[in-house]
């Protein structure tokens, strides 16, 4: 599936979400604590208004935006028997690919285009997370280098905050 060829934008820019009227809301239900029945209703909504006869019909893990991982393949985690069950463990247990599904679901209906500003985050994202990864590993296997422990927290804290205010505006 590929929305890289979409020429269409959304009605918002992610620059303008944090402006926008939904936005605090949003942020707050993006929150760790409501994120799986946010993201669980979310992607509900999305499906219905896709085709609001299907109901959780057309739901598969990641709607099969991310390919089979470890011990699961989108389509036999049980989606057809308790749909709703596996979106909130799809919440809990991969978060940015819950968000990332939904948002992906919606680009590819109606053709939307990525936002750049939303790449850019993403990408930041990423890098902020894997730079907290090495850092943590190395300081735990040379002691001497305490400093990289106080960098990777920091770094942790900062993707951290990034990954929450983009679920916001994603979810806004």
Known sequence: KSINNNVDTFQVSALSVPLSEHFPICCLASCP????????YLRYRVLNHIDPETEWQS??????????VL?????NCGERTCPRTCMCLEACLCPGFAVSA????????YGLSPDPCDNRIMRFNNCAQTLSCVCR????INPNMEHLSTCSAVLSFVADCVFVSMVGCMTA
């Open 102 to 109: 939904s948002r992906m679901l919606m680009m590819e209906h």
């Open 137 to 140: 590993c190395i300081s735990s």
């Open 33 to 40: 604590i409501c994120f799986p029945c946010v993201q669980t």
């Open 59 to 68: 739901y598969t893990c990641c709607q099969e935006y991310v390919p089979g």
């Open 71 to 75: 011990c699961f393949q989108a389509g």
